[in-house]
């Protein structure tokens, strides 16, 4: 056979390289713990992660070694993630919201060598560093003068100085780049190793148009945290395209982010439906306040977004929801919900639902679905079954070999997602597989009775899950908080939802609440919400 192509990796250093070549004076924004905006561009991040790969190297940091990061959304975080990929070391991103215990369990777990951590967490790392022997060294990211712990490293005197210039090392494509865990809501969380080339691949198609599009002229605003699943990939097609990106700090609130869009000139910000529920909310409140008219696409994944939210931004402010499915597992993105070119011009009550679901696979994302027996289910948009996917960027295992059980003998990953799939080939996520409710054997979607009451206007968020019953086994309970100043009675929200579902899909009982219990990455804790209320109709 005759030679073909060139065998060209597929690596983050040419991501890195490629943003100060094209892009040397495109600008990184970030919020400052203390609110001031910082700015820097894409030829100086390159050189400062040159200069943090000598650095690291000295401290003997080496291939495959495992350097953690402890940080908000910045560009020195964004240095760790080019950086520390790019000299061959894996970049491992601790996520902030973890117990000390989890995170003493995680960061033992991928054996971490050296942390680089945020000034304003050393107290969180206080209460778990003693537990990580591994740990050699620990890189602080200050923000004031205030003196380090001793034998602590500060990242700028380290940077300071080391060679702008690095002779990156050539890697094999397949080399682990970082390392990210699930946060999962039972058992231990697993470690998912991203390749160089399964970032990369996902990159480019991250920006495809009928994905997120990223391009050369976007101000892209990651608001989903840098230690959830590489932030979605996004600093990647930032640095891919040579992207404006804008970093929100520690500030997530809804007016914090608002006011840094309409001010950085955003054109795409990413986030989870609670980020998203907040700046709908404050948009509602006073329309005018706000210019988000640079802003052409507000990804929001991770969990469900509520139809009536996607819907609001669109009518009341004129604002485009992208919907996207994606999970740790797959590096992040697996689907995303484009209205096709048959119903585009079709109106809302045919495109809504569209745009509410989980979307269609991306480009190299296969997908299916199974019943409880294995069998693959048809696409017709009814039969629910546990989704399974595969394609270059979805795990192949988890780190250490755990949690074989999610992956099947002919290659396909499962994702604990029970889903139905349309002929069009679009996901609609009716729960977690331990999230179901099934009720006298009938599985009840929680999701699709979630989004009816969230469609109610006095309702802000609704979660619906399994309470026990005698003779059913299970039954629906849905936990509502109200929006500040409304009120509902049970009897109306569940007048509200009845048209649109069969009578036993109702729930047996609405509980009102201040708030509704969250995992660490923003989704509903169902779990929680069982303990406190699931025995609630045994008793009667
Ligand atoms: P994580 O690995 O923490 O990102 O969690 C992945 C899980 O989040 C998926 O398996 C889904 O259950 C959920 N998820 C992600 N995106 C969506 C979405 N757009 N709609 C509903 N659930 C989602």
Not at 176 to 189: D, E, F, L, Q, V
Not at 268 to 277: E, F, H, N, Q, S
Not at 293 to 300: E, F, G, L
Not at 419 to 431: C, F, K, M, Q, S
Request: aromatic share 8%; with cysteine.
């Amino acid at each position: 056979m005759h030679a073909t192509m060139m065998n060209f990796p597929l690596t983050i250093t040419h991501l890195l390289e490629r943003a100060a070549r094209y892009s040397p004076r495109r600008e990184i924004v970030s919020r400052r713990h203390d609110r001031s905006l910082h700015r820097t561009t894409w030829s100086e991040v390159r050189d400062r992660s040159c200069r943090l790969a000598h650095a690291l190297e000295k401290l003997g940091v080496g291939r495959g070694d495992r350097v953690a990061s402890l940080a908000w959304n910045h560009s020195r975080h964004l240095e760790l993630y080019l950086g520390v990929p790019s000299m061959g070391a894996v970049l491992h991103t601790l996520n902030l919201r973890l117990h000390p215990t989890e995170l003493a369990y995680i960061a033992r777990h991928a054996g971490d060598k050296v942390i680089v951590v945020d000034e304003t967490l050393l107290p969180l790392l206080a209460k778990f560093i003693d537990h990580v022997p591994c740990v050699e060294q620990v890189i602080v990211l200050r923000e004031t003068d205030a003196p380090l712990p001793d034998r602590y490293y500060d990242y700028e005197a380290l940077l300071a100085p080391e060679a702008p210039h690095y002779d990156w090392p050539a890697l094999d494509e397949n080399a682990a780049a970082m390392i990210c865990y699930t946060s999962g809501t039972t058992g231990n969380p697993k470690g998912v190793v991203y390749s160089h080339r399964s970032t990369v691949l996902h990159t480019l198609v991250e920006c495809m148009a009928d994905t997120f599009g990223v391009a050369e002229r976007d101000v892209v605003l990651p608001v989903v945290p840098m230690f959830h699943a590489a932030a979605w990939g996004l600093p990647f097609a930032a640095a891919a395209t040579g992207a404006k990106l804008v970093f929100p700090g520690p500030h997530l609130d809804a007016l914090s982010i608002t006011e840094l869009m309409a001010a950085e000139r955003v054109t795409l910000a990413a986030g989870v439906p609670t980020i998203w529920l907040g700046i709908l909310a404050l948009l509602d409140q006073d329309p005018k306040r706000f210019d988000l008219s640079t802003v052409r696409a507000m990804v929001i994944g991770g969990a469900a977004a509520p139809a009536a939210m996607i819907h609001g931004f669109r009518a009341r402010h004129g604002l485009d929801v992208v919907h996207a499915w994606g999970m740790t597992e797959t590096n992040p993105l697996g689907s995303v919900a484009k209205v096709k070119h048959a119903f585009e011009d079709q109106g809302d009550e045919v495109t809504l639902p569209i745009r509410a679901s989980q979307g269609y696979a991306s480009v190299f994302v296969e997908t299916r679905h199974v019943d409880d027996r294995g069998n693959v289910l048809p696409w017709d948009g009814v039969q629910m079954g546990e989704l399974e996917v595969r394609g270059p960027w979805v795990a192949s295992s988890y780190l250490a070999g755990e949690g074989t059980d999610r992956f099947t003998a002919d290659g396909w990953f499962k994702t604990g997602d029970v889903v139905t799939i349309d002929a069009e080939g679009y996901l609609r996520i009716t729960d977690r597989a331990k999230d179901v409710v099934k009720s006298g054997g009938e599985w009840i979607s929680s999701v699709a009775l979630e989004n009816a009451l969230m469609s109610h206007p006095a309702v802000l968020e609704a979660a619906v899950f399994a309470g026990r019953h005698e003779k059913w086994d299970e039954r629906p309970l849905a936990a509502v908080v109200l929006k500040p100043g409304r009120s509902a009675t049970r009897e109306e929200l569940i007048e509200h939802i009845a048209p649109s579902f069969a009578k036993f899909w109702m729930p047996d009982e609405v509980i009102f609440l201040e708030q509704i219990p969250r995992t660490s990455t923003g989704k509903f804790l169902k779990t929680k919400l069982r303990e406190l209320y699931g025995d609630l109709l045994l008793n009667r």
